[in-house]
């Protein structure tokens, strides 16, 4: 691939997105007789090589995105490649790039050059921006599977925890509850004498709940768009084991704990490594070492104890679990049984599947999508098109030790139920 | 977006220091009756920011709402129906809510706002610095 024709007033800025529109010639495999001019927005600038003015662009998103510079596009957005390429840009000094309060303008300036501002921004924000910026897992395992499977999904979810609904009807008449990461909003209302405001980062399942006549917005529960301390109540039900670093989970508490008033209650359960129903994990995909370490990265307690056990010798598809299940496990010895065992129990982050109907993928041209860019894959026998949502499942005593460096709240109340760690928290200042 | 929404709402871009309240931009304003509720109202009036809850309400094309309140007008009838129709029987339909920092628009459509920041907002923080 070869890009071009980079004409400087091309690079249009609205609001405080960057876009770079660039036109690229592809040239391609099938077609190699017309090259297809397409624009592409640059997404991912890195300040490599910039004194020398040229920038070194790592992925592009197609045109339509650039043209609907929207959340929820983005959600469905295929990376078109991780392709390096050199932008010969002798006005490049002309593009300013300046970090600004975490904002990033790519603007025309009188200022020096993109490396003077670049080395003069920075001040520490990485770290903190590391935890709100969402991790591709996240995005293509989470965000754009409940994009394309929400109707579906919500068709599914009806059924009221109990625990979830006493902790609702103790809420005091005339409470604020605030629900984080609400799905389809089954919990929403739930209370009459109460008032919700939900919040989910899928678009598709917060439409759903508009349509509902639930009062919902689109937010990242890692980063709650909500004052501090004006909730009297919040809950987060099988939210926090979709975000997969600990740094994620411990901000999603965090913000749980911020936006409730002192005394408020917030109510916490996410799925549990000990799944009541064992049959269930063998259908589970766990996820492979090295996309552990890539994706989730150094901090969560599943790359720290490596196993050395291959991913072969786990039960990974539901085929599995139907017998063949067995017979794996009685051509291994005894020490592979017993490694395998420790290496399940240590397992903790798991592609979930999803199985969309053939019927309900054809509404939405999301799967197609999701087809293509080999995020689904298809079943025939089940007739479905397959997700995979990405979990990072809990251990005994983990929301535990999330909640430790909170000061502000304690716990009163925690329990398993129903294959579920829970956690009551108060807010005591 | 109800405006009991707008007043809990603040823009949550990393390094702003006060995101509230967000400036409404309406292009379309719905009203929904709803049933009211005497307690709650008299819970939210407690956290309620005045001010701001005015503000909107006049974006919003409603000025029927005193410029200032304290809690003995909860006595009045009238002031409650008129604080109950503002705070929840206003809805903003289509629209903004711009970050009184940084002007950030923020878009409301359907009544839905999205309060996500951009990726290449956060990705580039990063990767530039």
Redesign the interface.
Known sequence: MDLYSLDPTKFVKP?????CRVSATIHSKQASTTDDVRHFRI?????ALCHTDWLMIHSVLKTSRFLN????A?GLTSVVGDFVCHLALSSMKQIN?K??????TLAPSKEPSIADS?SA??NG??S???V???PEIE?KFVHHVYDAIAPHFSATRFAKWPKVSSFLSSLP????LLDAGCGNGKYLGLNQ???F?G?D?S?SL??IC?DRGH??????AV?????TG???AAISIAVLHHLSTENRRRKAIEELVRVVKKGGHVLITVWAVEQEDTTLITKWTPLPEKYVEEWVGPGSPRARTPSPLPLESIPESEESSTGENIKVCSETNVYRDLEEEKHIKNQQEYFVPWHLPYHRAEISGASAHALAAGLATKDDRKGAVVYNRYYHVFSEGELESLTTGINNARIVDQFFDKSNWCIILEKTA | MRLLTHNMLSSNIKGVVNGFPLRIEAEKVAEKSVEMNREFLKKMFQKVHWKAFVDASRAMGYTELPEKADSSMLNSDEFLNRFHHALLELHLEEGALVCPETGRRFPVNKGIPNMLLPQEEVLLSIIIC
Request: glycine letters at 8%; proline letters at 5%; one cysteine or more.
């Open positions: 609001g405080f997105g960057v876009c997404l991912f600038i890195s300040r510079p929207h959340r929820e983005l790039s970090v600004d309060s975490s904002l990033c670049v921004s920075g924000t990485i903190s921006m590391s709100q910026s969402t995005k008449l005339g409470s604020l004498d109460c008032s405001i919040c980062i678009p917060i439409k508009s009062e919902v917005l689109v937010a990242d980063n709650l768009p909500y004052r004006f909730g009297d």
